[in-house]
């Protein structure tokens, strides 16, 4: 019997939503329409801080606005903070993680601080700290909560996930519903160094509580942007630590702005909202997105 597909569409509801979160929306609702599978709506709201009811608000009417229905009730991250703290507990028991006391600015002027794919990578001060120093600050000092990298990747067996590419889910595989034979690829989540798993400021972060609410949600096909490659190495390994099912992941290329720059929801691109207020159809963008001709100075970043 094929596959029931589940994918999803995972916004943080942190500004108004822009005509590439529209494309890669479509993206997953129209693979999950034509296998017949199920498409989901989560909500991202655990930073406290950036997080508004208005852009909740804001994502719900744009999706309503394009015609983009999901199945089942929406998710919000805020309400499942009890499960990521079940998971964290549980990698502590392993010995994974560690609490860490060290700022932003502490990391930065570290002159050590190596990079990684996403910048400087935490230089482990932390990890070094002896138990009865963690025990004198643990209760005073506000902390992070890091994964070892090392000793995570040492307990797991270099650890898989099956890729396809964006042109394996056009064309014929959404006439059909048939997906071409997945790639596998292995995770190397090394270079992302220490990771955050629970911030200062919230009790979670974007890598568990994507991770863990993908395998809660039954989500089996993970389309998202090529700019979070990177986190898929790291999600990979939660999933093997945690023995959890992994999705196949399809990351699909960003769209640029006409200054070249990727559509960023903090550099005033042009959100779904103001084309709304311009006039513009949505029948008709959303035909266009279909088929990857993208509004007015809007391009398709090179894969
Ligand atoms: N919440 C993330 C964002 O808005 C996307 C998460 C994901 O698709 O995994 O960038």
Redesign the pocket.
């Given at each position: 019997m094929p596959q029931h597909i589940v994918t999803?569409?995972?916004?943080?509801p942190t500004g108004r939503l822009h005509v590439g979160h529209a494309w890669s929306a479509l993206l997953a609702h129209d693979l999950a329409r034509a296998t017949g599978g199920a498409f989901r709506l989560r909500v991202?709201d655990i930073d406290g801080a950036r997080s508004r009811p208005e852009h909740v608000a804001g994502i719900i009417e744009d999706l309503n606005w394009l015609g983009i229905d999901w199945d089942g009730e929406v998710v919000f991250q805020s309400q499942r903070l009890a499960s990521y703290d079940v998971a964290l507990a549980h990698l502590r028991d392993m010995d994974l993680l560690y609490p860490c006391f060290c700022s932003r600015a502490d990391i930065a002027a570290s002159a050590t601080a190596p990079h990684g794919p996403e910048g400087p990578l935490y230089p482990g001060t932390c990890r070094a700290l002896p138990q009865a120093e963690r025990d004198r600050r643990i209760d005073g000092e506000a902390h992070a909560w890091r994964l070892d990298m090392a000793k995570a990747v040492a307990r797991t067996c270099d650890p898989e996930w099956s890729a396809l590419a964006l042109p394996d889910i056009a064309g014929d595989t959404l006439e059909y519903g048939i997906l071409p034979r997945a790639m596998r690829r292995r995770a190397t989540p090394l270079a992302a160094g220490d990771v955050v798993l629970a911030r200062k400021d919230a009790p979670t972060s974007?890598h568990l509580s994507?991770t863990l609410d993908d395998a809660a949600m039954g989500v089996t096909h993970?389309l998202?942007?090529s700019?979070?490659f990177a986190?898929t190495h790291i999600h990979r390994l939660l999933q093997a630590l945690l023995d959890l099912p992994s999705p196949l992941y399809v990351h699909h290329p960003l769209l640029l702005g006409p200054d070249g720059r990727r559509l960023a929801k903090r550099s005033g691109s042009i959100a779904l909202a103001d084309l709304r207020a311009q006039g513009m159809n949505p029948a008709r963008l959303v035909a266009n997105l279909r088929a990857r001709v993208f509004p007015v100075g809007i391009s398709l970043a090179s894969a």
């Open positions: 999803r569409f995972a916004p943080s991202e974007y994507c993970v998202r942007g700019d979070l986190a």
